[in-house]
Structure formats: structure tokens, C-alpha cells
């Protein structure tokens, strides 16, 4: 059985999925398997993919294929099908550094018996710089103190290797039909309401944000996925912990995500007094995402893009 599965969920990315392929060869430490969970590509991925597993790589490679239904549903299935120790995912965009996964065993070797939930590191940049702030100079962190500014650092992209026994405990994630971009994020940070992560104030993998990511899509995203983020708003919202301008700011984005999706507004609300605040900034903040996706489809439709 391997330390750590590393899984990809890859939608017809077979132009760039080499790049983490190349990665994996350069490990200074095989101790993995490599699972590429593809999301119903109709490129070359599956040919691309089975060539490498005829090729002696040192290390495992699995393959699966699935409809397309999102990020969060390729987690479901590496989650489900992941027999070793921890867990990371790494984006069909991104590749690991070439001593991460000796890293990452080295430093899980080394605090394992404390029941920590799993480890969190950096995120770089290929020019090698971090992506946010570092993480505070301590032997571990929770998920949900790093998301409401309990630590006072600027959040960025992180990679967190996750114990597979606790990924399966809050998983499957719940899947919302014909939606594709709920957060699966949200499996980090339910384990972290109970456990925290050790810090690796390394960076071990390096981030590219390609045109198609998510990154770049977030107002598409909150109108093809408002019963998702209306979802993730909720559990946000029930942070108890969390300060005021933080819960108000989610109130805000769940009222929208309420309008969008039209679902109830007050029913599933933790805290009623404040949604009702938050909605006339709700209903502002919908009539700008609308505004913003129009503005730019019709420019799409005045200047359409040429192909090469």
C-alpha cells in the first residue's frame, strides 16, 4: 500500500496534465500512487494517460473515467477508490516539486502519533514565489482559524495532504445536479472543526491558473451553481467563531445565492436578524454579478474570439 495517493481530476487538460506527469518521475521519493480521475474529457486524455501506464515510471498510475460533474465529484471518486495513508489532490494545471512527497513522509513520519488531521505547506508560483503569506511559525494550524483571519496573514493557494480515513468520513460530498463548482474545500475545513494540520512552511507544489480554471470563473460560477455556493455559505455562516464582517460578508453572498437559486431565504438561515440585514446588499451584489456576466458576453458576441 502506497504513503500518499496523489489524485487529479482532469477535464480536457491533456495539453498541460504532462507537466505533473514529468513531476512525479522526478520524485526523489516513489512511495505514491498516481490516480487521474478524468471528468468525461473528449480529448486525448485516456490515450495520453494509458501510454504512461506502459511506460516504467517507478510508481503506480490509475486511471478512471467518469461523466463530467465537477471538481468536487472527482474528489468523491479518488476518495472512494484511495487505499494509502494520506491523500492530496494536485490540479490537472499544477505539478509537485521534485522532493514534496519526501518532504511530506519525512515530516508525517515525524509528528504521526499525535492524531493531527494531516499537513498543510505552501504553494508557489514557478518563478518560486509563495502564493499568499506563510503560515504562522507553529507546529500546527486549524483550516477554519486560516479562513476567518484568526491568525491575521493573508490567505493564498495551499496544498493540504489529508489522512484518507478522515476524507472518507466526510465523504461522498453531497452532489448538486447539473452544478459542477461546489467547493471541496468544505471536506478541509468540516475535519478541521475537530482536528488541526501540521504546518509545512515549505513550498511543495507550483500553481499555474490557466484561462478555463475556476479562478478565473467565479461569476459564471455563482449563476450555474447557486444551490452549491448557497451550500458552502451555510456551513460558513454556522462558524460561530467567525467575526462579525466575516459572517455579514457570507450573509451577503448566501442572500444572492438565495435570490439566484430561488430557494428560501430565512428557513435554513443560523441567524435570521442578520440575513435580513445582509439583504438589501444581497440583492446589490446579485444585480452586479448579473451585470458583469451580460457585460461580458456581450463582448464575447462583438469580438469573438479567432481560432489559431
Keep these: 500500500m502506497p504513503f500518499i495517493t496523489v489524485f487529479t ?20 521519493c516513489k512511495d505514491f500512487v498516481w490516480m487521474i480521475i478524468d471528468d468525461g474529457s473528449t480529448d486525448n486524455t485516456r490515450q495520453l494517460v494509458e501510454q504512461w501506464m506502459q511506460t516504467d515510471n517507478g510508481f503506480e498510475i490509475k486511471y478512471f473515467y467518469k461523466e463530467n460533474g ?11 477508490e484511495a487505499e494509502s ?9 499544477d505539478y509537485l516539486k521534485d522532493n514534496a512527497i519526501e518532504l511530506i513522509k519525512e515530516v508525517w513520519n515525524k509528528y ?4 493531527y488531521a494531516g499537513i498543510v ?3 508557489c508560483f514557478e518563478d518560486g514565489k509563495i502564493i499568499g503569506d506563510p503560515l504562522p511559525e507553529r507546529e500546527s494550524v486549524n483550516l477554519i482559524d486560516l479562513l476567518i483571519g484568526t491568525y491575521s496573514i493573508k490567505n493564498g493557494d495551499r496544498k493540504n495532504f489529508v489522512r484518507t480515513d478522515l476524507y472518507k468520513k466526510y465523504t461522498p460530498m453531497k452532489e448538486f445536479p447539473g452544478e459542477r463548482d ?6 478541509h475545513l468540516k475535519i478541521s472543526e475537530n482536528r488541526d494540520f501540521i504546518v509545512l ?8 491558473y490557466q484561462v478555463d480554471g475556476m479562478t478565473n470563473t467565479i461569476f459564471k460560477q455563482y449563476l450555474r451553481s447557486p444551490n452549491s455556493f448557497r451550500e458552502m455559505r451555510l456551513f460558513d455562516m454556522s462558524l460561530k467563531k467567525a467575526p462579525l464582517q466575516f459572517r455579514f460578508k457570507k450573509h451577503i ?14 428557513q435554513d438561515s443560523p441567524d435570521k436578524m442578520l440575513t435580513l440585514t445582509a439583504f438589501p446588499f444581497g440583492v446589490i451584489f446579485t444585480v452586479f454579478i448579473y451585470m458583469t456576466y451580460f457585460k461580458e458576453y456581450i463582448c464575447n458576441c462583438l469580438n469573438p474570439k479567432k481560432d489559431n
Design 70 to 80: 465537477g471538481l468536487y465529484t472527482g474528489y468523491n471518486m479518488a476518495i472512494r
Design 112 to 115: 504521526r502519533d499525535k492524531d
Design 85 to 93: 495513508e494520506l491523500c492530496v489532490c494536485v490540479d490537472s494545471d
Design 9 to 28: 481530476p482532469t477535464y480536457n487538460r491533456a495539453y498541460c496534465l504532462h507537466k505533473g506527469y514529468e513531476s512525479l518521475r522526478r520524485q526523489t
Design 201 to 208: 512552511n515549505e513550498p511543495v507544489c507550483v500553481v499555474e
Design 182 to 187: 461546489y467547493s471541496p474545500h468544505i471536506l
Design 253 to 266: 453572498h448566501y442572500v444572492s445565492s438565495c435570490l439566484i437559486s430561488r430557494k428560501p431565504l430565512l
Design 121 to 123: 505547506a505552501l504553494d
